[in-house]
């Protein structure tokens, strides 16, 4: 039995679900942990009752010292905050021996367990960014999308320190050396024993396209191939209009090939979500990718930000942060 645990709140839950049944369909011996981050999610997830599914709410979970933060925080901030606290969470209610997180919009294409024999006799597992130097020297050569601790003294210590330094800071920005939840992965390595990185390279995203080379069902990596294991979905909305059921890519281009094989079959597992879960009528479905001119416009952003009088006038004087997808709507 492998455990997995997540958290999103009901204008996620269509990608939580998502995640649920790809990887039901490529797995078999695997439970799913969910904290959902509203009632509405809660109820809508009970009333389905998913069989290798565990779910509460966030009302009966969150400690003293996550709710003295809960005001400072976005949304998202608060989300990724409570990340390792929900990760401890259950882990320790159940007495796993281990757990993995999974963000909420990974879809699943292959049996993840090949990564789990290769991490088995780690303490820590950790997963890289993928292979773009900018983005990783922003965002962190480690993306929290994949992630076990076991229950044992090395896990619980990087846990444990992983989940204060969030309660402590957790913004959406980059500051002193910190980012979100996710610039604190490097230390791991560095602090604590037995960390392991994966090395299997089917942990795919939207970053990695224009840096791999993709077959049908296999990634090239430094001359070797790799099967593809989940590809992460992030920056997508979905829009039905007219009983088009549209998957918007809101920071990338779609090509072709990566269209047909991630994009595609994404948006068709979730017309049949939208019709066998909400009770939608979906009669088809599109994929629209950004323009070659709007990603060029958001790497000059990106750039502008990292100069340090137009970072400090962005987040200091503007205070822009980063709360979630809102243009996402409740299905």
């Known amino acids: 039995m492998v455990n997995y645990c997540t958290l999103f709140d009901s204008y996620y839950i269509h990608k939580g679900i998502a995640l649920y049944l790809s990887l039901e369909r490529v797995?078999?011996?695997?439970?799913?942990?969910?904290?959902?981050?509203d009632k509405d999610c809660y109820q809508k997830l009970?009333?389905?009752g998913f069989k290798k599914?565990?779910?509460?709410?966030?009302?009966?979970?969150?400690?003293?010292?996550?709710?003295?933060?809960?005001?400072?925080?976005?949304?998202?901030?608060?989300?990724?905050?409570?990340?390792?606290?929900?990760?401890?969470?259950?882990?320790?209610?159940?007495?796993?021996?281990?757990?993995?997180y999974l963000d909420s919009d990974l879809f699943f294409l292959s049996d993840p367990h090949v990564v789990y024999e290769e991490t088995k006799n780690a303490s820590v597992v950790i997963t890289e960014q993928g292979v773009g130097e900018q983005l990783i020297a922003r965002n962190g050569r480690y993306c929290v999308q994949y992630l076990t601790f076991k229950n044992d003294k090395d896990g619980i210590e990087a846990l444990s320190w992983w989940r204060d330094r969030c309660i402590e800071w957790c913004y959406s920005r980059y500051e002193d050396g910190k980012y979100g939840d996710q610039k604190?992965?490097?230390?791991?390595?560095?602090?604590?024993?037995?960390?392991?990185?994966?090395?299997?390279?089917?942990f795919l995203g939207p970053w990695d396209v224009p840096y791999l080379t993709f077959?049908?069902?296999?990634v090239s990596y430094k001359g070797k191939e790799y099967p593809f294991i989940f590809f992460h979905m992030s920056g997508t909305r979905f829009?039905?209009?007219?009983?088009?059921?549209?998957?918007?890519?809101l920071e990338c281009a779609v090509p072709p090939k990566i269209k047909q094989l991630f994009y595609s079959p994404y948006v068709e597992l979730m017309k049949?979500?939208?019709?066998?879960?909400?009770?939608?009528d979906v009669k088809g479905v599109s994929v629209q990718g950004r323009s070659k001119l709007y990603i060029s416009f958001?790497?000059?952003?990106?750039?502008?930000?990292?100069?340090k009088i137009a970072y400090f006038i962005y987040y200091k004087i503007l205070g822009k942060r980063y709360n979630g997808r809102g243009e996402e709507k409740k299905v």
Request: net charge negative; hydrophobic share 35%; with cysteine.
């Open 27 to 37: 797995a078999d011996d695997f439970h799913l942990y969910v904290m959902a981050f």
């Open 46 to 48: 009970k009333s389905i």
């Open 53 to 100: 599914m565990t779910v509460e709410l966030v009302d009966d979970f969150e400690t003293q010292e996550l709710l003295e933060v809960k005001p400072s925080r976005t949304k998202a901030e608060y989300c990724w905050t409570c990340g390792p606290s929900v990760i401890y969470h259950f882990m320790t209610k159940y007495g796993l021996e281990d757990i993995t």
């Open 184 to 202: 604190y992965l490097e230390q791991f390595e560095v602090l604590f024993n037995n960390v392991h990185v994966v090395q299997h390279r089917g």
């Open 215 to 218: 077959t049908d069902k296999t």
């Open 239 to 249: 829009e039905l209009n007219d009983g088009i059921l549209k998957l918007r890519s």
């Open 272 to 280: 049949d979500i939208y019709i066998n879960y909400f009770g939608k």
């Open 298 to 307: 958001v790497h000059f952003r990106r750039r502008f930000r990292d100069n």
